[in-house]
Structures are given as structure tokens and as C-alpha cells.
């Protein structure tokens, strides 16, 4: 079954979220900022995104600014800061089997969607 990391606050993640109910697929939502990711499930995630743990970051995020930018950080450590934070992380996720998009530009996740169908 499809998933989506969804924000509802974030406009961008609400349009996604109203694409993926036009699709007539079954998915499920995460509210991820209050169902956190483990380290385990954002590793798997940065997997099926084929993302570096930095590409999956909301560096404009105060929490980032003022607490990890400038510091040397391991992939690791990055991975952490958003299980810790979960608002770091970029949104919305969209995720069917072994593939993820982020859903911010709805003209990509039109064609993800139908690759998969």
C-alpha cells in the first residue's frame, strides 16, 4: 500500500494529499511530525528516495539553523537530528513499494503515480 508523510499544516503536503485521493489508490498517511520515523525507518526511506541524509533535510528549518548548521555532522548524526526533530525532515513522502518521491512538485508525482499503477 502507497504511504504519505504528510504535514497538515504544509500547503504543499495538503496538495499532495488531495492528489493522492484523486488516484482512487488506497494509501495510508503518516503524520509523521506526531508518528516520529526511527533512525531504521528514515535509513529505509533515504533508500527508497536514493537521497543522501543532507538532501532530506529542511535546512531553512530554525531548528537546523540554529542548532546543526555549520557543524561537521556524520550521515549518522544528520539521520538522528531528524528522528529527534521530525519537522527537519523534507515533505510530503510519498511511498509505494521499494520507490519514494518527495511530493512538493505535484508534475512529479503525477508520473511516479503512474509508473506504479
Known amino acids: 500500500m502507497m504511504q504519505i508523510y504528510h504535514n497538515q ?21 503518516i503524520n509523521y511530525l506526531i508518528t516520529r520515523p ?12 536514493n537521497f543522501s541524509p543532507m538532501e532530506l533535510v ?8 540554529e542548532n546543526y548548521k555549520g557543524k561537521t ?10 528522528a529527534e526533530n521530525p519537522i527537519l525532515i ?8 521499494n520507490q519514494a518521491i518527495i511530493g512538493r512538485d505535484l508534475d512529479n508525482v503525477i508520473p511516479f503515480l503512474q509508473t506504479l499503477t
Open 9 to 29: 499544516r504544509c500547503g504543499k503536503s495538503r496538495n499532495c494529499l488531495l492528489l493522492l485521493e484523486k488516484s482512487k489508490e488506497e494509501f495510508e498517511i
Open 38 to 49: 526511527t533512525v531504521a525507518e528514515l535509513k529505509i526511506l533515504l533508500q527508497k528516495l
Open 58 to 65: 529542511r535546512q531553512k528549518e530554525k531548528i537546523w539553523i
Open 73 to 82: 555532522l556524520t550521515p549518522d548524526d544528520i539521520i538522528e537530528a531528524m
Open 90 to 97: 523534507e515533505r510530503p513522502i510519498v511511498v509505494k513499494g
